[in-house]
């Protein structure tokens, strides 16, 4: 008897460290990026994800998976354009590598991004069970340091949005969090043209944390702008806002710069206001303050100066960075050589 005791009490105690265990491997938004290590790597490398630049996404899909399918024409477009800016990318299948392989090669637009097979299914043990995720495809954002951000569906409207965020360090899920009620306070206040109150709510959310805040000062300038309909207004509280808010975030204002100069929705553009954003970032964004004031330039047409202030940027630009500025510095000397071309016909 004594004995049957003491094998329910070791049974007991060993119930109680199995579910303490799964407790601790619990992963959610805010934890440590668990261990990567698929069967097969077989397309590309595998990213890193302690990375203290840019972001990691770790995707599981399947082939058989039509959502997975469908979500890939939007990966590729998303890594061609955010590679060089520090995004990784990784597809983990539970498939076998000949299955996965011969997708690849059948595949119309194709996988541009690294792809693992991992047929065992340990990453799947490792990652979507303790996330509590039972279907495909399902995302995991990574941001600096190996710490999750975000976890869904990549075909969600809020991932991309996300990496974009996680790219500069702007994706603070708890901080964002903090601010949702001044937002969402602010956008009601919009809703009936409550400016007032409106700009207030916008005020709060944005003093909370400026970097986190970023989109939250787009979208308090666009209410200014098409809702309020007041241009002069929206301009001068954003070169105010830039000056004040992002004097020491150089990253921050070429954002705020590239709305105003690319943006589809912002009418009308005040290039001036821009000019006068990029002219304040002086040279504490080193080949990044180049890029926004040659985009400018490009923007008021003034090719010559566009293709001078790119070349210094390229040139100036870390290795990581200079792919990127040579296509963009590629761009601006083909459309001088095309202006120089139109006005040579012009004058003959």
């Not at 997708?103 to 043990?125: H, N, R």
């Not at 010559?304 to 296509?327: G, H, I, N, Y």
């Amino acid at each position: 008897m004594r004995f049957n005791h003491l094998v329910a009490a070791a049974c007991l105690a060993l119930s109680a460290s199995v579910v303490a265990l799964a407790e601790d491997e619990k992963i959610e938004v805010g934890s440590k990026v668990p261990a990567l290590a698929p069967k097969k790597v077989v397309q590309g490398e595998l990213p890193d994800l302690n990375t203290e630049k840019g972001c990691v996404v770790v995707e599981f899909w399947a082939t058989w998976c039509g959502p997975c399918n469908r979500a890939i024409p939007h990966m590729n477009r998303l890594y061609k354009e955010l590679k060089d800016r520090g995004l990784q990318i990784i597809a983990v299948s539970d498939e076998k590598e000949k299955t996965v392989t011969d997708f690849l090669k059948k595949k119309d637009q194709g996988m541009t991004y690294p792809v693992a097979s991992d047929e065992d299914g340990e990453t799947d043990e490792k990652w979507l069970r303790p996330a509590g995720q039972g279907g495909i495809p399902c995302a995991f954002i990574v941001g600096r340091g190996g710490k999750i951000l975000w976890i869904g569906n990549p075909l969600s409207e809020q991932f991309e949005p996300t990496v974009r965020k996680a790219l500069t360090g702007r994706y603070d899920p708890e901080g964002r969090d903090a601010m949702e009620p001044a937002i969402k306070a602010a956008r009601k206040c919009a809703d009936v043209r409550n400016w007032t109150e409106a700009y207030k709510h916008y005020g709060d959310a944005i003093e909370m944390d400026p970097g986190i805040a970023l989109d939250v000062t787009q979208e308090r300038f666009k209410a200014t702008l098409l809702k309020q309909k007041d241009p002069k207004a929206a301009y001068a509280w954003l070169v105010e806002t830039a000056r004040k808010k992002y004097g020491g975030d150089p990253e921050a204002v070429a954002e705020l710069v590239s709305m105003v100069v690319k943006d589809p929705e912002v009418q009308p553009r005040d290039l001036d206001a821009a000019a006068s954003m990029a002219e304040d970032m002086g040279s504490k964004g080193g080949h990044r303050s180049l890029e926004v004031k040659a985009l400018v330039a490009y923007a008021k047409g003034d090719l010559t100066t566009a293709v001078d202030l790119q070349t210094d940027a390229w040139m100036s630009a870390e290795p990581v960075d200079k792919a990127t500025a040579k296509r963009t510095l590629d761009e601006y000397r083909a459309a001088a050589k095309r202006s120089q071309t139109k006005g040579a016909a012009g004058g003959t």
